[in-house]
């Protein structure tokens, strides 16, 4: 390959990167969801150390991208979110981490 | 936490949430101790005891509905394939091998003499390691370091009995799970405690 063509194929890799979970606080979320089956806000909030508000924000950024299902729910009288990848967020997540690997070990 | 925790870690630290409270190791740790109280007096009644693993899941999960959700939060692990098909595979091949060395020594040293080996010597350190797979696993797939502890105690305790001839092997088999059941218990307990009063309950709604 020449060299323009490599540095081309290179740059076009970084550009194409999902810029939704690139951010370091949905990744943080991207990532506990992806070992767990299904978590509440309170969890996720305290695995990832954001605080309500942002774990709030960035979560609805999420949704909106199909990447995670929100679900509120009563568990008895207490009101619950319940957070959980969908397949997408699935396929998104593990296609960052590939291509994230990829890229820093070229 | 860290600073800047990396994605195994964060990985890492929920898979381990799961057993920081200290529950799970309190109700194995009741288990053993029913099951090796029984054993020791009745070996054929001991079967009646793994009756209690089915009352122990909705007592755990309502323990943990009151007790460590409103500290630490809901999770449901995600759970391995592999790891649900291996579950049996494992269990059986251990039953399996242990039935066939039952049947060599008895074909080796006949009924009686074959019956008192297997059930003496060879009895204990099986079972031992066989108990011990639990533990181990929770301490390499779930990061719980002291798993590896409750492990190598089966293990231990399993050849130590027939090596000291301190019991005879269903005994020695009552006597390990009581013990190993009894210090789970006792460490499950302080971990819980310690949860429960570092961990102030969150109030209000659990959500956005």
Redesign the interface.
């Known amino acids: 390959m020449a060299p323009d063509s490599m540095a081309n194929s290179s740059i076009q890799a970084f550009m194409d990167i999902d810029r939704t979970i690139h951010e370091p606080a949905r990744?943080?979320i991207m990532?506990?969801l992806?070992?767990?089956?299904?978590?509440?806000?309170?969890?996720?909030?305290?695995?990832?150390?954001l605080t309500?508000g942002n774990?709030?924000s960035h979560?609805?950024k999420l949704e909106e991208a199909g990447y995670i299902e929100?679900k509120?729910e009563f568990?008895?009288k207490?009101?619950?979110?319940?957070l959980r990848l969908t397949s997408s967020g699935e396929k998104a997540y593990n296609a960052y981490?590939e291509q994230m690997r990829q890229l820093l070990e070229s | 936490?860290s600073e800047s925790?990396t994605?195994n870690e964060?990985?890492r630290?929920?898979?381990q949430?799961v057993y920081q409270d200290g529950l799970v190791e309190v109700f194995a740790g009741l288990f053993l101790i029913v099951f090796g109280t029984i054993f020791q007096a009745n070996a054929k009644l001991s079967g009646f005891s793994v009756l209690l693993i089915f009352a122990i899941y909705p007592v755990l999960e309502r323990i943990k509905?009151r007790w460590i959700?409103?500290r630490?939060?809901?999770?449901?692990?995600?759970?391995d394939p592999k790891e649900i098909r291996g579950i049996p595979i494992v269990g059986g091949l251990f039953v399996l091998g242990l039935i066939a060395i039952l049947f060599l020594t008895i074909q080796l040293r006949g009924v009686v003499a074959g019956r008192a080996l297997f059930l003496d010597y060879l009895m204990p350190p099986i079972v031992g390691i066989l108990m011990a797979i639990g533990p181990w696993w929770m301490a390499k797939e779930r990061y719980i370091r002291r798993g590896y502890i409750w492990a190598a105690l089966f293990v231990l305790l399993g050849f130590a009995f027939p090596i000291f001839h301190v019991r005879g092997g269903y005994e020695a088999v009552g006597l390990s799970c009581t013990l190993v059941g009894a210090a789970m218990l006792v460490t499950g307990m302080t971990i819980f405690v310690n949860f429960v009063r570092q961990n102030p309950v969150?109030e209000g709604?659990?959500?956005?």
Request: hydrophobic content about 40%; proline content about 5%; glycine content about 6%.
């Open positions: 990744l943080m990532t506990v992806e070992v767990a089956e299904s978590a509440d806000f309170l969890f996720v909030m305290k695995q990832t150390g309500r774990l709030s979560m609805s929100v509120k568990v008895g207490i009101p619950r979110t319940l981490r | 936490m925790p994605l964060i990985e630290r929920v898979l949430s509905q959700y409103p630490s939060g809901y999770v449901n692990i995600r759970q969150q709604d659990h959500g956005a």
